[in-house]
């Protein structure tokens, strides 16, 4: 009877919660705000904190020798961005830009180490993290390897409106470009496609992009069988 009370009163675990952890974690993290179009960090300075998103958007972006400009990934909330830093690289490879008004937090390189070596929940979930953007790069490549201008921009359209992370897309204030990031897609191409996803009932788009679900259709179409 004792122990069926001992077990009756034992409190459910909570669920880690990474905001009310990087709230409440003592010394090397700050908070702060930033306006749609402010600079996270830039490609060249010192790579020494990493960035985890609360709220909003973020576009990386890298500048090559000649001055051409790609965006390599676009970032949204519980995701992390600078992790460059923990490798030991001394110099930002990227840029993050954000797209929308944005919350977020930067962790010292020291405090970041020493997080994950003392909270394994937060290990975890970083960990998922990395994996989660492994296993996006490598659909990215066989998006561009084997898929069509047509698939390959409406997979961008899903991945802009973070299509699947929590089942159903949402507004963005963006051009389609912003998701691919590069002049792969001639402007008279990203046009035709655009007024064809539209034309379908796919799409909205006046100045502001509303992307339905049933886009998803064009990028499951046929999708390529690729031997492991």
């Known amino acids: 009877m004792q122990c069926a009370t001992v077990m009756a009163n034992k409190k459910k ?10 709230a409440t974690m003592n010394g090397g993290r700050s908070i702060s705000k930033y306006r749609k179009n402010q600079t996270v ?13 609360q ?28 992790g460059g830093s923990l490798t030991g690289q001394p110099l930002r490879l990227a840029t993050a830009t954000t797209i929308t008004d944005c919350e977020i937090v930067r962790l010292e390189k020291a405090a970041m180490v020493r997080v994950l070596h003392e909270e394994p929940a937060f290990s975890e979930m970083f960990v998922s993290h990395l994996l989660a953007r492994t296993i996006r790069v490598e659909a990215d490549l066989v998006d561009q390897l084997f898929n069509s201008s047509e698939k390959r ?7 802009l409106a973070n299509f699947g992370k929590d089942g159903l897309p949402d507004h963005r204030q963006s051009q389609p470009r912003d998701a691919r990031g590069d002049d792969r897609y001639p402007r008279s191409r990203v046009s035709f496609f655009m007024n064809k996803f539209r034309k379908l009932g796919l799409i909205d788009y006046n100045g502001q992009i509303e992307i339905h679900s049933s886009l998803l259709n064009v990028v499951l179409h046929e999708e390529p069988h690729i031997n492991s």
């Open 41 to 53: 960090f830039s490609q060249g300075k010192p790579a020494d904190a990493v960035f985890y998103i």
């Open 55 to 82: 709220t909003g958007k973020v576009k990386i972006t890298v500048v090559s020798e000649q001055g051409k400009e790609a965006v390599v990934a676009v970032l949204g909330p519980d995701e992390f961005c600078g």
């Open 13 to 22: 675990k909570a669920p880690f919660d990474p905001k009310v952890f990087l």
């Open 153 to 159: 921009l409406a997979r961008a359209l899903l991945l």
